[in-house]
């Protein structure tokens, strides 16, 4: 509502006191301000902030006055009375010097700023006042209290008298009443007996008079608080009647709220407890209390002593309160607390010091609420003022709090905008986002959308469209519109502002005149004429209509009242505006759809049509009476309305569903008359003749019924005349906000399936709910309030000096507004289900469930049902969490919303959560069903904490089989970590969410997944770069801690097994290409596992199948017989690579591996060209074989595995270089020097054959056959080397399977059967595949050996590599290679040499698996 802003200011005094300002006041029309001292009475401007005229008392005078007290201003402000200590009150005239004024402002020449406006003196310049003593008026005792009531001065005496001082006839006109004979009572309706007992000594402390409730209310100095009243129009004491507040007993002070009828009593413990009077009885009835809560302010709650002063603002809609030990706190008009400057950073300083407390000795507002005026009684100004040396004038004690303010407090129509508007005084605050960057409609865009990074856009066609949630909600900083300088210098203060529905143009209102802004031209218009702009008073509020403004005004050269609609798009002048005059004096104005209704001065609500006519050039708009009603029955007074507004919401008496048209018509008037609540509907009781003809300007309008009320203490209504059929619910419903008892929504209740509603079921219901923030707009679809608040800044550290312990910065902090949301769904669902009333519940559920949060939404209700009755110490009679369990069940976020409730409360209420939702084992099994593995996995942590480990192992089991067959790597990774954890009795710490992944757990390939490995780096880099000490860190996964200490873990094995039976079913469904992820994905040792499988699972049991399986899963194409000729120049340089080539040269010479073999140093320096480059690189490959395979494959496997975890952003030369020449590589050198140049031979001599006789699958289907051929042929599974050979159509893999097969003993059954599906293969080429005969007549003479090996029948032995000393060093790196262990490469000879260039994410295990490394090996070997 309102919003403290940036620092307080201090006034400079310009002239020499040595006196304190005591007392200050501002007059009743807020221009000017009276500061009170001792002996002295000053008159300030109130902007500028300028002293005008100073009054000294004489010596002599002053010590028979005493000193100065208290001021009052009379109500036309031409007199001031002021009350002395010895009883005195001196009466001060005011008059004006004519056409003389100070501080006259001084413009630049060539200023646009003329002087020649009308009224630029008295607007801009401080007139210039004197001060003369009138009258001294001696009462003979010491004034406690003084209250100017209309033409009279009411003075209250320490002597149990109340003096009635007219302002004018003075002498005559005195009046004293003995308080002694006013009688009092609890009631008017009570017997009119004298005055209570023990009342003798007592006096009036202090009151304040009320012009809405014709009376004063008062404090006694006994601490007692009445009001008294006059029952006749007569003053005296036989027409006075008092009524007591039976409970306050420590009254200190009151100040009373008119717009409101409130009179607000502070309280010596500190609490304010404001009253009203019930209109009834004329009892004074108790509305609420403010106080501190100790939940918000443990320290200082029952500390702040007595309260002190209550200031209301201006507009009545916020109080101010403060203490005798210090302190400010705002507080909204039914008591929701705003501010308060006794915790945060009000009361610390940034290193955590606690300040002092600001002490206020007197306080006012300034004009429409932008400032409070406050004279600071604390320490820090109590020293005596002093000159400096500089003669310059001194600061002293009176500060100026800046504040804006919400725009509903002053023009409450706005509150049918989904906006938020704030106003200060002299700039415009607004949520709506940049209009220059969100020019697309809502309704093209999905509503659930939640796009926050692109602002998007209200601007659409539709003018009942909302705005879009992003833009409302997507940031904290505010659209901050400067207002014109122009307009603001002649027209300050700024007293209304309205947005239009789109957020796109706003509009203010000054003293005269207004002016509008559009936020996508970033322009403002004002009047061309100034004499048009000065002669106009708004005097009811503004509200936009489309391209319309619609404001009612004063026409001050014709006096009359108006209602004036200007276009927006034309010029501001009154030759484009469309003027209808107006009986009264128009107090409130609002636009509901068509209708524009006005609330006038005379009680009465008149309804006009507003029509859009596009005649001429410019579009007008005319306006046409509808109705007039009259209210004065119901008001006793037509300022105690806060607001009109016209709905759609009805009762639904006498509304069949037969005639859903109405639903959207003005069906009532809902008026807020001091809080209260009050709806007029439309009569339907009476005929319904309704004309054929649907002209709403001929069509008779139903009269209203008498007014029902519908709530109390409201401060804000919100309503929409939006219609969604889906959104019934919040659309239909009518938002209140009731200060610090919440807000309420009156909500519809529909019949379901348009069933015939109950008859004892009324047709809606008041659910009260509490927000933490205060509200200030509604989104009706988005179930969210938007609000704002204040935050601050300290920035006391930039002050260290001693000296500037007096700077504002150092004693406040900065104070800024921040925008604010809050989801409101889950309280109402709540409420809901607290009535029983479930099945509306479910309606309103789910027509939110699409919102972006409504997971959120269930998530909050069960977590505050839960927190409530699990905490309670009392036993629940009816709980409401089995009802809200079950309600919850009806969504498919029912597992989801159960489990996040849990994890995010603590232990010790999980048993009384799963006693309600179901037993968590239960809960478990359902998300498998349902696939939600993630879900499942939070319910393993809960089933982990709660039940014992066998049963976790046995549910971390069947979730982790689940996540292998879903391919769900993450999950499967922490489940293995699950598993070890309990395995190996780490119990006691329960592991971590699974959905948050831990950095280390792909360490290995997050090293290459962050840095593509180019083959044109320098070989140095290379060698350092991957010449690295054994690092083996794969913390998830069977990793190197598998094979430590505990290696006979039981656990271990277990995960295991699972894993080769995952792989073996895989293999077995040829799912090649999930088999080669989930390896490299789980760090699987493929190749260890396939030598022990190469006679079961991993032989090829159907060629054909096998083959026709591979083109469907690697989205490789069948071979086709080209049309074009055999020379076709196509050439396919993108797989014959350089490194190929490079390899070949390298490897025709021996001299170049026996120089790489003796050396060990890498041959660089003439390695500068791209294609040297890869030589050397190359070279290095070759080195690190020579020395031991495993160094090289350091380099190669996790770069390989790469191809199956983001084979896209592979370096394609790269992965496709190193794959290329992978097969031949990583053999033994004695197997690639026998063969390998004449194999090389034979591709290069059948590339060009081959590639013209087929095209190619994808890239990545390449790379990742490639890397599988790999992989096979290492584990000698040379079955599936043929049949990778066979799709690849290479012959020189085919050549290299059938030499091994010549060179080294190959178990016969591994020949027959590829032989045998080499034959099938060719039978089904024959018949169904004719693209594969030309390949297979290429390896023709191949099968041919194969016949010959094969028909020689030799003994099958055991597959061994031809250099049996070098199995356990290759082994191991073959196993390790795809389980994404950090790069590691130990060069046994050169130990020394090979750990200058260790990386961090490689050194992260290297202690903890110097062992493991022969370990693996072995394990392998046993194999």
């Known amino acids: 509502m309102y919003f403290l802003s940036g620092w307080p200011k201090r006034l400079l005094c310009p002239l020499e006191s040595l006196e304190r300002p005591l007392h200050i006041q501002t007059d009743p029309q807020r221009a000017f301000f009276a500061v009170l001292f001792p002996s002295q009475l000053s008159i300030w401007y109130c902007r500028p902030s300028v002293l005008i005229v100073s009054y000294k008392e004489l010596s002599k005078a002053a010590s028979q006055f005493g000193p100065y007290k208290q001021a009052e201003w009379r109500p036309d402000s031409t007199m001031i009375a002021v009350s002395t200590a010895n009883g005195y009150i001196l009466f001060f005239e005011i008059p004006s010097a004519r056409d003389k004024y100070l501080y006259e402002p001084i413009y630049p020449k060539g200023s646009p700023h003329l002087k020649g406006t009308p009224h630029y003196k008295e607007e801009q310049c401080a007139p210039s006042l004197n001060l003369e003593m009138k009258k001294v008026l001696d009462l003979q005792a010491s004034i406690t209290s003084l209250q100017s009531m209309l033409e009279d001065l009411l003075v209250a005496t320490a002597d149990g008298f109340l003096h009635l001082i007219h302002w004018d006839g003075m002498t005559n006109g005195r009046k004293a009443i003995n308080l002694c004979t006013v009688p009092f009572s609890v009631d008017l309706q009570s017997s009119r007996a004298g005055s209570l007992m023990g009342f003798e000594d007592v006096y009036i402390r202090d009151m304040e008079y009320c012009a809405t409730l014709d009376g004063f209310a008062v404090v006694f100095n006994d601490g007692r608080v009445g009001f008294i009243t006059p029952m006749s129009s007569r003053f005296t004491a036989e027409q006075l009647h008092g009524v007591w507040a039976q409970d306050v007993v420590d009254g200190t002070c009151v100040a009373v709220n008119n717009k409101y009828r409130l009179m607000a009593f502070g309280c010596a413990n500190g609490s304010v407890q404001v009253y009203t009077i019930d209109t009834t009885t004329g009892a004074m009835q108790f509305s609420h209390k403010l106080e501190l809560t100790p939940k918000q302010y443990p320290d200082i709650w029952n500390k702040t002593g007595p309260v002190k002063l209550i200031r209301w603002s201006p507009d009545s809609c916020v109080v101010m309160v403060t203490w005798e030990c210090g302190g400010l706190s705002l507080w909204s008009v039914f008591g929701a607390q705003l501010i308060c400057t006794l915790g945060g950073d009000f009361a610390y300083q940034s290193d955590g010091a606690k300040k002092d407390p600001l002490k206020i000795r007197s306080m006012t507002w300034g004009s429409e609420g932008y400032h409070l005026w406050v004279i600071d009684g604390s320490s820090s100004s109590n020293m005596k003022p002093e000159r400096n040396a500089n003669n310059e004038a001194q600061q002293f004690g009176i500060l100026q709090f800046q504040f804006i303010k919400s725009a509903l407090t002053v023009n409450p129509c706005m509150s049918n905008q989904e906006q938020v508007l704030l106003q200060g005084e002299d700039r415009l605050y607004l949520n709506c986002g940049d209009a220059a960057q969100t020019q697309s409609p809502r309704n093209t865009l999905a509503h659930s959308e939640h796009n926050h990074t692109r602002e998007r856009g209200p601007f659409s066609d539709g003018s009942l469209d909302s705005q879009g949630l992003s833009t409302l909600l997507g940031h904290r900083h505010w659209h901050v519109v400067q207002i014109h300088s122009t307009y603001l210098e002649s027209n300050w203060p700024i007293r209304f502002s309205a947005i239009d529905k789109l957020g796109q143009n706003v509009a203010v209102v000054g003293k005269f005149g207004f002016a509008h802004y559009s936020l996508l031209t970033k322009k403002w218009k004002l009047f061309g004429n100034i ?248 989104l009706f679809e988005d179930a969210l309030v938007l609000g704002a608040v204040n935050d601050t800044v300290l920035y006391d550290c930039l002050y260290t000096q001693t000296s500037a312990r007096e700077h504002l910065e150092v004693l406040f902090p900065f104070s800024i507004v921040e925008r604010t949301s809050q989801i409101y769904l889950h309280h109402i669902l709540r409420q809901l289900l607290v009535r029983n009333l479930g099945e509306q519940a479910l309606l309103l559920a789910h027509s939110c469930a699409t919102l972006p949060y409504f997971p959120h939404v269930l998530e909050l209700m069960l977590h505050e049902v839960l927190e409530e009755e699990a905490t309670s110490r009392e036993p629940i009679p009816d709980p409401l969490l089995p009802t809200v369990a079950k309600f919850i069940t009806e969504f498919p976020l029912f597992l989801q919303t159960v489990v996040h409730c849990a994890r995010k409360t603590e232990y010790a209420l999980w048993n009384y959560l799963f006693a309600a939702v179901g037993n968590p084992k239960d809960l478990f099994e359902e998300c498998l069903m349902a696939q939600d593995l993630d879900t499942a996995a939070s319910y393993l942590i809960i089933l982990q904490n709660m039940e014992v480990p066998a049963v976790s192992r046995q549910h971390a089991t069947l979730l982790f089989n689940t996540a292998l067959e879903q391919g769900k790597w993450d999950l499967c990774r922490h489940m293995i970590r699950f598993l070890k954890a309990i395995g190996s009795g780490e119990t006691e710490t329960p592991p971590t969410t699974p959905t948050t992944q831990e950095p280390s757990s792909s360490s290995g390939f997050e090293f290459f997944r962050h840095r593509s490995i180019s083959l044109s780096q320098s070989a140095e880099n290379l060698h350092s770069k991957f010449n690295l000490t054994k690092t083996l860190s794969m913390p998830s996964g069977p990793s190197g801690k598998r094979w430590s200490k505990d290696s006979d873990c039981a656990e271990n094995m277990y995960i295991d097994m699972m894993l080769w039976r995952h792989a073996r079913r895989l293999l077995e469904e040829i799912k090649l290409k999930d088999l080669g992820c989930f390896a490299a994905q789980l760090g699987f040792e493929l190749i260890g596992w396939l030598c022990k499988e190469r006679a079961r699972a991993a032989r090829v049991e159907d060629f054909v199948c096998a083959l026709k399986k591979l083109h469907k899963d690697f989205l490789w194409p069948f071979p086709v017989i080209p049309a074009s000729s055999i020379n076709s120049p196509f050439k396919n340089g993108k797989y014959k690579t350089a490194v190929g080539e490079q390899l070949l040269k390298s490897q025709s010479t021996d001299t170049f591996v026996n120089m790489e073999m003796d050396t060990g140093i890498s041959n660089t320096p003439r390695s500068r060209s791209w294609l040297g480059t890869i030589s050397s690189s190359q070279r290095e490959i070759d080195t690190v074989s020579s020395h031991g395979p495993h160094m090289q494959d350091a380099f190669l496997s996790p770069l390989l595995s790469k191809v199956f975890l983001i084979g896209d952003e592979c370096s394609i030369g790269s992965a496709t270089d190193l794959t290329e020449t992978s097969s031949m590589v990583d053999g033994d050198w004695t197997m690639v020097d026998e063969n390998f140049s004449s194999l090389s031979l034979t591709q290069s001599e059948l590339e060009q054959l081959s590639l013209e006789l087929a095209s190619k699958g994808p890239h990545k289907s390449q790379v990742q056959l490639r890397y599988l051929l790999h992989i096979f042929m290492e584990a000698g599974c040379l079955d599936w080397c043929v049949v990778i050979g066979l799709i690849l159509r290479e012959s020189s893999v085919i050549n290299q399977v059938f030499s091994i097969m010549q060179s080294s003993d190959i178990d016969g059954e591994i020949c027959q059967n590829i032989k045998t599906g080499l034959d099938a293969v060719d039978k089904w080429a024959s018949t169904d595949c004719p693209g594969y005969k030309p390949f297979l007549s290429i390896i023709k003479p191949q099968i041919q050996k194969l016949n010959e090996i094969v028909e020689e029948q030799v003994q099958p032995e055991a597959f061994q590599p031809v250099n049996p000393s070098k199995v356990p060093e290759q082994a191991n790196p073959r196993a390790e290679e795809s389980r994404t262990s950090s790069s590691h490469g130990t060069n046994p000879q050169s130990d020394a040499g090979s750990s200058n260039a260790s990386r961090h994410e490689e050194d992260k295990a290297k202690t903890e698996d110097e062992d493991s490394f022969q370990e693996g090996s072995y394990d392998c070997v046993v194999s």
């Open 531 to 778: 004499t048009q702009e000065q002669t106009m008073m708004v005097t009811g509020g503004l509200a936009w209509w489309n391209d319309f403004i619609v404001l009612a005004c004063y026409n001050l050269n014709d006096h009359q009242e108006e209602l004036r609609i200007y276009l927006r798009t034309s010029n501001l002048d009154n030759a484009f505006a469309h003027i209808t005059k107006v009986q009264a004096n128009t107090l409130l104005l609002s636009v509901f759809r068509d209708i524009v209704i006005l609330f006038r001065a005379d009680c009465s609500i008149c309804l006009y049509s507003i029509e859009r006519r596009s005649e001429g050039l410019n579009p007008t708009a005319s306006i046409q009476i509808l109705q007039e009603v009259s209210m004065s029955r119901y008001i006793p007074h037509p300022f105690l309305v806060v607001s009109v507004t016209l709905t759609s919401v009805r009762t639904e008496t006498g509304i069949t569903l037969k005639m859903p048209q109405q639903a959207c018509e003005a069906e009532s008037i809902m008026l807020n008359l001091a809080g209260q609540l009050i709806m007029l509907q439309r009569d339907r009781s009476g005929p319904q003749i309704r004309d054929k003809d649907n002209n709403p300007n001929q069509r008779k309008h139903l009269p209203f019924c008498a007014p029902v009320v519908l709530a109390q203490s409201v401060e804000n209504v919100w309503t929409t005349c939006r219609i969604n059929k889906q959104k019934r619910h919040l659309l239909e419903a009518l938002w209140l906000s009731c200060g610090g008892a919440g807000m309420k929504v009156w909500l519809p209740l529909f019949p379901r399936d348009h069933r015939k509603p109950h008859s004892f079921l009324s047709r809606r219901i008041m659910l009260p709910f509490h927000i933490n923030i205060y509200p200030l707009a509604v």
